[in-house]
């Protein structure tokens, strides 16, 4: 199994929340999967990362991919692990542990997506985040499908589109909400290390994938990275799961030079900071959290079969076609057409 990923900064894995979400999740869960620092999500069934290759075929979307993980076998360990009646123990916190994911997702999604995506303050810098990681021209439309996807968002959840003028969008009660949920969750990490205990499970991962993003990515209005500032518990969660678990494959564009000659992602040896080599000979306390596993984070050597030379120029004279056809299309205007018949 091979997952493609965007390419992290700021010191992160990666720029894209879902991406580290599902990084993180690997992590947690010691799973023997390559993953791909340089994925192009035009070659994803769903236009974005991440994706996976299992068997010969494309799995797209964080929850698609952990469908497969699960079935087959792998993901973070829980405290029904260690239970006597591991049935009633494991359906009990695998109901907790959904509850958990759809408070946070319903509370700090929408303002989360919005503040990247939807302010208008704010799009152009993530617009730029995102095209620096796609090869172009794809960089030029592909950042436009999370545009799309926040705009349904506040479509259907308070009514205005993106393209409104400012003074519609209102996004006081998505602030809220997702202040809200912050301060909860910093309330959870005061009582203990994770978010259910001493184990990191799945509600880490996604915390650590939402979390991460704000805090990093320096946006002209970012509300919640302020609010986030002012929760110590919320900053030393992201810098002790970064620390611990990525230490190698946190990324930096201006410290990259001098570390992977191009710009690529560090950390290019087949081990990861679990694996049982590396544990052994790390220090301090947090780093004997490390479980031995065969995870492979590299730089993208090994391309997509369906993302090659030949490929890539094929969708590139496609992309052309496309917009000649969009061109020719707009200029068919009403207008045009009656000063057409005219002459």
């Known amino acids: 199994m091979e997952i493609f990923v965007y390419r992290g900064e700021w010191g992160l894995p990666s720029i894209d929340y879902e991406c580290s979400r599902l990084l993180a999740y690997l992590k947690f869960s010691g799973a023997k999967v390559t993953v791909n620092f340089n994925g192009n999500p035009f070659s994803s069934p769903n236009g974005m990362l991440p994706y996976m290759i299992a068997d010969g ?128 969750v910093a309330a959870r990490l005061e009582e203990s290390r994770w978010f259910t205990g001493d184990r990191p499970t799945e509600v880490d991962a996604l915390l650590y994938g939402y979390l991460s993003v704000l805090l990093k990515l320096t946006l002209p209005n970012n509300v919640l990275q302020n609010h986030i500032r002012q929760c110590p518990k919320l900053m030393q969660f992201v810098d002790r799961t970064t620390a611990t678990y990525f230490a190698k494959e946190g990324f930096n564009s201006f410290t990259a030079s001098g570390h992977a000659g191009n710009g690529q992602q560090k950390g290019t040896s087949t081990g990861s900071p679990n694996d049982t080599s590396s544990s052994s000979s790390a220090s301090g306390g947090e780093r004997s959290e490390k ?53």
């Open 57 to 184: 075929k494309k799995i797209a979307g964080y929850g698609r991919i952990v469908e497969h993980l699960v079935a087959a076998g792998i993901g973070p360990p829980t405290a029904a692990d260690r239970a006597e009646n591991v049935a009633d123990e494991s359906s009990q916190h695998a109901t907790q542990i959904n509850g958990y994911m759809q408070y946070v997702q319903e509370n700090l999604h929408p303002y989360f997506m919005y503040m990247l995506w939807g302010d208008p303050k704010n799009v152009d810098t993530t617009r730029t985040v995102y095209a620096k990681r796609i090869p172009i021209p794809f960089n030029f439309y592909c950042p436009r499908k999370y545009v799309l996807r926040t705009n349904d968002i506040t479509q259907s959840l308070v009514g205005f589109s993106l393209e409104d003028s400012i003074e519609f969008h209102d996004v006081a009660e998505f602030q809220h909400n997702a202040k809200t949920c912050l301060n909860w």
């Open 291 to 343: 479980s031995g596993n065969d995870t492979t984070f590299h730089t993208g050597q090994q391309q997509d079969p369906d993302d090659g030379p030949k490929e890539r120029r094929k969708r590139y004279i496609l992309c052309l076609v496309i917009e000649v056809t969009v061109i020719s299309y707009n200029m068919t205007t009403p207008e045009t057409m009656m000063m057409m018949i005219i002459k």
